[in-house]
């Protein structure tokens, strides 16, 4: 299940998008969200991989690391002050015995997620049910947003016992850019890009 949450502050000359952008916004992130999701189980897949398998793992982690600002390495961004400085790679944290792990850098996160010696792995993530559509605007065309999920993740061993089944609430920090092309007639239209930022534990969710 898919929560999406935004969160606005006052900043100078801050643009204010319609409902039509918002929308348009909304369905960008959970687009995102959902193609990083939907690597995971094919990176994790099963233990005693082949190289074929490898392979395949190798690519999806690839795919996934494009989804997230800066590929997964140290990226630059602007302070309030306009200062250009160098951020740390994204993270991903995850829980183990319903206690939150400290992040991991993602690379690292989806190379021992591929290393998994279970048999069978699934990892899922429900509908989006929630959306607050306010954003924090940064710079005239880009805003930062935080996007929350329910995250399942069940692992089995080769004799079919089930070793993990869990439900994590997971925060992703979601950075959302605007780029405006010129069209013939005087037109213009609009593109939105939406990378993922770190995913944080937010609490353990008990069914």
Known sequence: MVFIGMFSVNVPAQTVLSDEQLATIEQRVLERVRDFMDCLPEIAAKGNKTAAERENATRYIQKALKLCIGNGNEYKYQDAYGNTRIHAPVTMQTTSRGRANPPKPMKRYLNSLMALPYQHVEIDVCEAIRLDKKLHQVAPDSWEGSATI????RAETGDGLKVIDDVDKKQITVYVNREVIDLPGGDKEEFWIVML?????????NR
Not at 150 to 153: H, R
Not at 197 to 205: H, L, S
């Open 197 to 205: 930022g770190d995913m944080r534990v937010a609490n353990k969710y």
């Open 150 to 153: 329910l995250q399942v993740f």
